[in-house]
């Protein structure tokens, strides 16, 4: 075998011989050594550097496997070099399921162990039971059209397939490639649950997810109830403890405030008290001036009476003006002969031209 993991050897009987190669990944690499006796399958090529005729190695099974072993691992590598076994296209199965679809035998003890883990495990699931025969030549075709009528009819979120244990004659109708490319075609989720542990079938290969056995498969499609209650549990305790510690920040903030408030709001009794003394004294204050200015309006009357003509008037004086003008006349040295003049005496007005005047 190369750094590279590709095998040359060489095959030969009594009679014969001839050179193999085999490259990394094939079919049944492991189980070359010395002396064993095998059976191969491949294909002849003629490699013309060295003018030799080797035989390109690509399945290779213990002698004595029989037929279908090699069946098993032509059509295994033939798939798998389509892409049928890609775990990239593989899709995941969903959380929390609704309905399964369950194709097996009716008559088996698979129903049984089925449902019992799922009663245990999410008994809220639906289990749509697709009656199927699981052996013999007829049973490829009933799992087929299960599996058509889950994908067309039904609203099954995941698909169960699953058969007891059995020889690989018991188990060939799950190595047939119609229900490999049903199970590729499926838009549904498949998980297989075929024969026991050690049992490997290419239905295994295609399927989304394999399971051990059907009670394996059963788990894999469901969540686990008691492992459910215990998460709501722990995730209700967090809650709980997130509010608590909400309401005490809260309730800190909340006094903090008051504090604060209690602090910096003024002593509103005071304040009262002070307005109630500004208040009086603006009181005696105003008093005081509305008195000083009634004094001086009494004063400021009495200035106007002595200042008022008809005051003057009433004393017998008499004011004089030049007629058609509001000059008084006071000195005589403005009088000047012939000028009409008005005499203005308390009840009237006398006419009069000016005659003689002297000083």
Do not use: W
Not at 333 to 346: C, R, S, T, Y
């Amino acid at each position: 075998i190369s750094t590279a993991g590709h095998a040359y050897f060489t095959l030969k009987d009594p009679h014969s011989q001839i050179k193999c190669v085999m490259f990394a990944r094939s079919t049944g690499l492991n189980i070359l050594e010395n002396g064993r006796s095998v059976t191969s399958h491949g294909r002849m090529s003629f490699y013309e550097t060295s003018g030799s005729l080797d035989l390109l190695v690509n399945i290779i099974i213990s002698e004595g496997s029989g037929p279908l072993a090699m069946e098993f691992e032509k059509l295994k590598y033939n798939l798998d070099n389509e892409g049928l076994f890609e775990q990239s296209r593989k899709r995941h199965l969903p959380k929390f399921p609704r309905t399964i679809g369950l194709i097996t035998s009716p008559s088996g003890s698979v129903i049984h162990d089925v449902t019992t883990v799922l009663n245990r495990r999410y008994p809220v699931v639906k289990v749509i039971l697709m009656p199927s025969m699981v052996q013999g030549k007829e049973a490829a075709p009933d799992v087929i059209r299960s599996i058509k009528i889950l994908n067309n009819e039904t609203k099954a979120d995941v698909i169960i397939i699953a058969r007891g244990g059995g020889s690989l004659e018991d188990l060939s109708a799950f190595n047939e490639e119609s229900l490999a490319r049903a199970i590729y075609t499926s838009r549904i989720p498949i998980i297989s649950g075929i024969g026991h542990e050690t049992d490997f079938t290419i239905a295994d290969f295609v399927a989304d997810v394999r399971a051990p056995t059907p009670s394996a498969a059963a788990e894999l499609a469901t969540p686990d109830r008691s492992a459910l209650t215990s998460e709501i549990l722990s995730k209700i305790d967090h809650i709980n403890r997130v509010m608590i510690n909400q309401m005490s920040d809260l309730h800190y903030k909340i006094e903090r405030a008051k504090s604060t408030l209690e602090y910096r709001v003024p002593d509103v009794a005071s304040y009262i008290i002070r307005v109630d003394e500004v208040a009086s004294r603006l009181g005696t204050g105003t008093d005081h001036l509305l008195l000083s200015l009634n004094q001086k309006i009494a004063s400021l009357h009495k200035q106007i009476d002595t200042l008022n003509p008809i005051s003057t008037l009433q004393r017998g004086y008499a004011v004089i003006q030049k007629r058609g003008t509001s000059k008084v006349l006071s000195e005589t040295k403005q009088f000047v002969h012939g000028d009409e003049i008005d005499i203005a005496i308390l009840d009237g007005t006398i006419e009069a031209i000016v005659g003689n005047s002297r000083s």
